[in-house]
C-alpha cells in the first residue's frame, strides 16, 4: 500500500503571507500516461472535502491563482502566494495511482 | 448541476447491519465510476470502495472487505453501500463521490480524481 506523509500538520499563517505544505508518497506516483495521481482537496470545518488540485497541478474550478501544486513521482507541494482568511481548513493529498487509495494526515491551516 | 445525497445512517449496535445509499442528479450517473469514503469522528479522510459503472470492477479497503458490499443500480441513479458486521471503528460520516468517466464509448483511464462530494451520513456502531 501507498503511504502519503504530509508536513506540517499545523500551519498558523499571517493573511497576506506565502505558505506551503509538502506531500511525500513512500513510491512514484506517475501514471503510464505521463500524469501524476496526486490531488490535494481542502476541508472546511463542517463540509465535505472540496477538489483543489488534480493530477499534480491543475487548479479545479473556481480555485484562485494564488493556489497552486508542483512536484512529480514522490514529493509534492501545494503552495499559496499570500494566504486569505478562507483559506482556513484542513488540507489533504490523495494518491489515487493504485487501490487502496490513500491519504494524507492532513494539515490544518489556521490564521493567526 | 450535479447532486449526490447520502442517506441511511443512523445507530447500530455492533454486528449489526446498515445500508447507506447516495441519490445522485445532474449527470448520467450511469456514465461514472463511483466511490465511498469516510471519516471518523475527528479523524482523516479514509478510501472505503468504489465500483465501475458496468459493475463488473469493483474494489474494497482491506478494512471492509468481507463485511461491506458496494452496489450500484443505474435505472434509480443510486449508489448503495451495504454495511454488516459493523464495529464501533466503523463509526465515521460516510461520503459518496462521483469518480472517473466510463461510458460504452470510451474511458478515461488515467488517474482517478473526485470533483463532486455528498454532504455525507453519520453512522455510529455502538452499544
Known amino acids: 500500500d501507498i503511504v502519503m506523509t504530509q508536513s506540517p500538520l499545523s500551519l498558523p499563517v499571517t493573511p497576506g503571507e506565502p505558505a506551503s505544505i509538502s506531500c511525500r508518497s513512500s513510491q512514484s506516483l506517475l501514471h503510464s500516461n505521463g500524469d501524476n495521481s496526486l490531488h490535494w482537496y481542502l476541508q472546511k470545518p463542517g463540509q465535505s472535502p472540496q477538489l483543489l488540485i488534480y493530477?499534480?497541478?491543475n487548479r479545479a474550478s473556481g480555485v484562485p491563482d494564488r493556489v497552486s501544486g508542483s512536484g512529480s513521482g514522490t514529493d509534492f507541494t501545494l503552495k499559496f502566494s499570500r494566504v486569505e482568511a478562507e483559506d482556513v481548513g484542513v488540507y489533504y493529498c490523495m494518491q489515487t495511482l493504485q487501490t487502496p487509495y490513500s491519504f494524507g494526515q492532513g494539515t490544518k491551516l489556521e490564521i493567526k | 448541476q450535479v447532486q449526490l445525497v447520502e442517506s441511511g445512517g443512523g445507530l447500530v449496535e455492533p454486528g449489526g447491519s446498515l445500508r447507506l445509499s447516495c441519490a445522485a442528479s445532474?449527470?448520467?450517473?450511469?456514465?461514472?465510476?463511483m466511490n465511498w469514503f469516510r471519516q471518523a469522528p475527528g479523524k482523516g479522510l479514509e478510501w472505503v470502495s468504489y465500483?465501475?459503472?458496468?459493475?463488473?470492477?469493483?474494489h474494497y479497503a482491506d478494512s471492509v472487505k468481507g463485511r461491506f458490499t458496494i452496489s450500484r443500480d443505474n435505472v434509480e441513479n443510486s449508489l448503495y453501500l451495504q454495511m454488516n458486521s459493523l464495529r464501533p471503528e466503523d463509526t465515521a460520516v460516510y461520503y459518496c463521490a462521483r469518480g472517473r468517466y466510463c461510458s460504452d464509448i470510451s474511458c478515461y483511464t488515467g488517474a482517478e480524481y473526485f470533483q463532486y462530494w455528498g454532504l455525507g451520513s453519520l453512522v455510529t456502531v455502538s452499544s
Open positions: 465500483i465501475g459503472n458496468r459493475v463488473i470492477n469493483i
Open positions: 493530477l499534480g497541478y
Open positions: 445532474g449527470f448520467s450517473f450511469s456514465d461514472y465510476y
